[in-house]
């Protein structure tokens, strides 16, 4: 069972900056597409980020582009979500997951899941 693990999350005020990090021990990342989700309180949970395993093309949500960049890191089995000019609305739980395959990025095209790392953006 490929098990994920988040880091990274806090409390940061406006305009500033976070980098969350995804790690699996026992698994190889790069064999895996890997998504960045974010569930706020009473909302849906959304796909902000996704990076493919064949060609590491990436996926960004309309809300985060160029705010968000998501990376992997071969060397250190782990892929990496660097979150610049945070926004009040960025306030979520951030998951990561990853699938064996990979063609949206929505929730129920993951299998894997970390237990996620709060976000709070607040002055």
């Known amino acids: 069972q490929l098990q994920l693990v988040e880091s990274g999350g806090g409390l940061v005020q406006p305009g500033g900056s976070l980098r969350h990090s995804c790690a699996a021990s026992?698994?190889?990342?790069?064999?895996?597409?890997i998504g960045w989700f974010r569930q706020a309180p009473g909302k849906e949970r959304e796909g902000v980020s996704c990076?493919?395993?064949?060609?590491?093309?990436?996926y960004y949500a309309d809300s985060v582009k160029g705010r968000f960049t998501i990376s992997r890191d071969s060397a250190k089995n782990t892929v990496s979500l660097q979150i610049d000019s945070l926004k009040p609305e960025d306030t979520a739980v951030y998951y990561c997951?990853?699938?064996?395959?990979?063609?949206?990025?929505?929730?129920?095209?993951?299998?894997?899941w970390g237990e996620g790392t709060r976000v709070t953006v607040s002055s």
């Open positions: 997951a990853a699938s064996d395959v990979f063609s949206l990025c929505t929730a129920r095209e993951f299998v894997y």
């Open positions: 990076i493919s395993s064949s060609d590491s093309s990436t």
């Open positions: 026992d698994f190889t990342l790069d064999y895996y597409a």
